[in-house]
Every structure is written in structure tokens, then in C-alpha cells.
């Protein structure tokens, strides 16, 4: 039996609903699958912030680089005004374990009418996020100036699209064996603003094409998208679409936005991925206008946590976990009011666990 420890930072507002049903699904895998959990529940968030003066302690760094083969993270409340000591704990733990990847799947179930499968691989670490940022006063006529560096880095565009050429190649691989899918080959599409941002697109724009080349991707189309473009094609024609890698900004607007492609940032998953540890993340933010109200979608969360798993490589205990919530979502008897229902985080995190208890491999 393989006993995983997996670090649990349910952060601010609904993050605290979502994450234990995470949890709970996780301990509801079948033997069958040879994994058990424990948890580690760590603090992070802007309300730790508020009570420690520190959003990301140090001590859950330290617990989950030492004591963690994962974690889950749930939201947090990031203000949007600048608050004196305090930057995001998600995007710090990104540059901290050097989670150089957010990957987040966007699928639409079976019997939608317009199929979307497509995974979004976004750059975690740089561009805009480095967050190096000042302002000044000009005097007239501008008044007030304010600037950010947005900084592309060959190393970091190179292995963020070599991430996205491997997810590209397990896909057709799956393919390939049977899986089902509404796409016939592989393909990754690089997206940029290089016409405008000829420096730093154009870096990130060419050194991905460099880690791509046909003679390692033989299965795999290697084609761009301009960034405005890629944004009009990705909600009129979603389902040319497979793998897609973008700088940090990019990716994180087309994330959120394709997560409309299926109805709700509720069940659109992610994970921060580096080279040896991954943290699950669901897409969507705190809530605070449903928070305590017990409705929120705990879906993405339990995504997130097959998410984990599959770069965990416990493929297998990954399958069953999504292969449960389609079947849940194409019933559709417990849906959430996000989705159109009346359901509970309780009710929905119930009947899939009771799926997954049935669950025949």
C-alpha cells in the first residue's frame, strides 16, 4: 500500500468548503488502487495575513517541501488595492517550489452539444506576475505614471512548452489505446502578442517552437495564435483546439475564460506543476458572496485532486476519480446553483464519494 502525505491549505472563503470534500474523495479511492492518505492541514490566505502578518507562513513552506509528497489548495482573497506586506501566498508557493506550470483541462461532458477538450499550459513563474512594478509622478501633462516589467526568459518559455509538447504526446498515447476523444491527432497551439511585443513574445514565440520540433513530436501539430485571435476562435470554435501554451498573463485570461465553455469555473480544475511536486488548485476564487452558505462546487476541487494524482503518476486512481464526476454531472440529479441546481457542497461530495466506493476497475 502506497501511503501518500498530502498538505491541505483550504486558504480564505470557500477554499475552507472545497477542500476537505477534496479530501474526503480522495479517501474514498478503493483499495483496489494500493494509495492511502494523510493529511496535513496548513494555513495560508489573506486572512492568515490579516492575524499573522504573514500570507504564506514560513512553516508551510517548510511542511510541504519536507513532510509532502502534494497538496491541495483551495482560494484565497487577494484585495485589489495594495495592502502594505502582502502578495499573494498561490503565486508565491509557485516561485518557492518553482511550480513552473499551471495545467488546467477544460472538458465538457458527453452529452454536451458542443464538445470542448482542450488543456490549458500556462507559464507560472514570469512575465508580468514577477510583480516588479513602480510609479512616479511626471508632472503635467501626465500626471501620475505608473510601469511593469514584463519579463520572458528562454529557460522558462523553453520547459513550459516541453511540459506542453509531453501533455500533447500522453494524449494521443491515450488516444491512441482507445481513450475517447473529439480530436483525431495531437496538436499544441503557442500563443503570443509577438507582432506587438516583438522582444518578449517573439523570445517566447520562437524558443517554444524550438522545444517542439517535429523530429520529437511526430504525432503532435505545432502551430500559433496570436493572443487576440486565439481568444475570438477559442469561444467560436472550441473543439479545434488541444493543447494550448501561453506566457503567464495569457494563460491565466484564457483559463478563466474557457472555463465559460462549460458552464462554470466550478468544474474547471488545475494544477501548479514543477519537476518534483504538484500542487491541485481549482480555478475558481474565494466566493465570499456564497461563503458559509454550503452551495459552493466542490467539482473543480475533486478535478484538482485527480489532477494531482495523474502528475503524481497515479494515472489510474486519476481516470476513476473523473470518470465518477461525468457520470455525476451527466446525471445530473445533484448540481449545484452555479450549474442551475439547488444542490449542497454536501449533497454533490456525497454521491460522487458513493460512485467512487462502487467504482469496478
Known sequence: MNR???????????????????????QALPSGFGLRFDFVDLLAGFETFRSTGEA?????????????????FGAVSSPVRKVQ?????????????????????????????SPVDLVIVRENTEDLYIKEERSW??????GKVAEAVKRISERASRRIATMAGEIASRRQKARENGASSIHGNGRV????KSNVLSQTDGLFRETAF????????????????????????????????????????????LSDAAAALVGSLGLVPSANVGDNFVIGEPCHGSAPD?????????????????????????IEASVAINQVVDEHLVEG???????????????????IEKRLGDYKR
Open 4 to 26: 501518500l502525505r498530502i498538505g491541505l491549505i483550504p486558504g480564505d472563503g470557500i477554499g475552507k468548503e472545497v477542500i476537505p470534500a477534496g479530501a474526503r474523495i480522495l
Open 56 to 72: 504564506l507562513p514560513e512553516r508551510t513552506v517548510e511542511n510541504l517541501k519536507e513532510g509532502c509528497d502534494g497538496a491541495l
Open 85 to 113: 506586506g502582502y502578495s499573494s501566498p498561490i503565486v508565491q508557493l509557485r516561485k518557492r517550489l518553482d511550480l513552473y506550470a499551471n495545467v488546467r483541462p477544460v472538458k465538457s461532458i458527453s452529452t454536451a452539444a
Open 137 to 142: 509622478d511626471a508632472g503635467e501633462p501626465q
Open 189 to 192: 497551439t503557442i500563443t503570443h
Open 210 to 253: 524550438k522545444a517542439l520540433p517535429e523530429s520529437d513530436y511526430k504525432n503532435i501539430t505545432v502551430d500559433e495564435q496570436i493572443v487576440d485571435s486565439m481568444v475570438y476562435k477559442l469561444f467560436r470554435q472550441p473543439a479545434e483546439f488541444d493543447v494550448i501554451v501561453a506566457p503567464n498573463l495569457y494563460g491565466d485570461i
Open 290 to 314: 456564497i461563503e458559509g452558505k454550503g452551495i459552493a462546487n466542490p467539482i473543480a476541487t475533486i478535478r484538482s485532486a485527480a489532477l494531482m494524482l495523474e502528475f503524481m503518476g497515479h
Open 333 to 351: 440529479r445533484f448540481l449545484t446553483p452555479d450549474l442551475g441546481g439547488k444542490a449542497t457542497t454536501e449533497e454533490v461530495t456525497s454521491d
